[in-house]
């Protein structure tokens, strides 16, 4: 049986992870500090005899050492995550994205010194592409960020480190990491909260209330279910040929964001209404969105035969059972 260590399993996609990992026969250590992730995400597995759940934050050397050295696989999800969040603590955000990022690969590069080669998922983001003009974004694709007086350049450009970072562990030390960039993550469990906003349209949508659509409504996203995206990154970790080597994973099926909202509308509630915001009075006005993001998804097709298997009508459907509930 092997021990993953997942950081960050208390929250959205760490949770699911943990759970897929369970399923599948591995023992499951999770490391999460509760700032965004909540203990209610474990509740249907919380009592696995595989699980153990330590509460701490991987900020800690000390705590990252233990729980490193106890791992066969790592997967690193903990990080601060959400434009709103991004926008409130832009300090927390680059603190939390790099520097345990740092610990867990110097950590993991001392034991391949030692001849243990134990593969870690990094989870990346969409947010690295900036605002690459391009139509479809492929891995190779520039890094196309805005001026450092916009903090949410920063979650894109602190994550942007990481995947730096962990290539020149790859490349260096002979870790053999695997970079996730993840585009539009959705399903049950995840919180609209932080700015995510599926669930805070299902949410405006079951309450009654008028959806909040920022701008123009015409901004494109392509959104994933999250059992998709956890089987895509299990596949991967698995895939030795894998390793030193950059992802995308979500869906290639664009959806503006007006439609996404009419959409939510019609399956949740067609009383509902759509109000319009500026980015301005959402945020501040510094704050710049992108367009258009829609990923290029053949290198992990061709890495592990990755494929979505959940429609945009199923995902809004099982996000609003698990918000009903
Ligand atoms: N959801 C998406 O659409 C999406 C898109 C792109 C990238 N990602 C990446 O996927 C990962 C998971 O995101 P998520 O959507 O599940 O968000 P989430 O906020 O639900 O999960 C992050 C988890 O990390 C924990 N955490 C944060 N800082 C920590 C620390 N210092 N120590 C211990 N735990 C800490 C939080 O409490 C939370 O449980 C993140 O790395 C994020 O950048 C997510």
Redesign the pocket.
């Known amino acids: 049986m092997t021990t993953c260590l997942v ?2 399993g ?5 949770s699911h992870l943990s759970q897929r990992l369970l399923g599948s026969g591995h023992r499951v250590l999770i ?7 909540r203990d209610d995400n474990l509740a249907t597995f919380r009592d696995h005899p595989g699980l153990e759940c330590v509460r ?4 800690d050397p000390q705590l990252v050492a233990e729980l490193v050295d106890r791992a066969d696989v790592v997967y690193h ?6 434009v709103a969040l991004i926008a409130r603590q832009p300090i927390q955000t680059i603190e ?1 994205n790099i520097f ?1 990022t740092k610990l867990i690969l110097e950590r993991l590069g001392l034991r391949a010194s030692r001849g243990e080669a134990v593969p870690c998922f990094i ?5 690295v592409y900036g605002k690459n003009p391009k139509e479809v974004w492929c891995e190779e694709d520039d890094l196309v960020f805005g001026a450092t007086t916009k903090p949410r350049w920063s979650y894109g450009v602190s ?1 942007a480190i990481d995947e730096f970072l962990a290539l020149a562990f790859h490349q260096q030390l002979g870790v053999p990491v695997v970079i996730g960039r ?5 399903g049950p469990r ?1 919180t609209g909260a932080y700015g ?1 906003v599926l669930p805070r349209f299902v949410e405006a949508a079951l309450a009654g209330r008028p959806l909040v659509v920022h701008d123009d409504g015409r901004q494109v996203r392509c959104f994933a279910h999250v059992d998709d995206v956890v089987e895509g990154v299990v596949r991967l970790i698995e895939t030795p040929a894998a390793a030193g080597r950059v992802y995308n994973i979500g869906s290639d099926q664009p959806v503006s964001i007006l439609e996404l909202a009419q959409r939510v509308i019609a399956r949740v509630n067609p009383q509902a209404t759509i109000e319009f915001q500026s980015y301005s009075a959402a945020y501040d006005e510094s704050f710049e969105d992108i367009r258009r993001r829609v990923p290029d998804l053949t290198r992990v097709r061709s890495a592990i035969g990755y494929r979505t298997t959940r429609g945009l009508d199923e995902i809004i459907d099982s996000v609003a059972a698990a918000l009903r509930r």
Do not use: C, H, W, Y
Not at 31 to 37: A, E, I, P, W
């Open positions: 950081t960050g208390a929250g959205f996609i760490g490391v999460d500090d509760l700032s965004t992730g701490g934050s991987v900020e999800l903990a990080a601060a995550v959400g939390r345990p989870a990346s983001t969409s947010e994550k993840f585009f539009n993550v959705v995840q995510m």
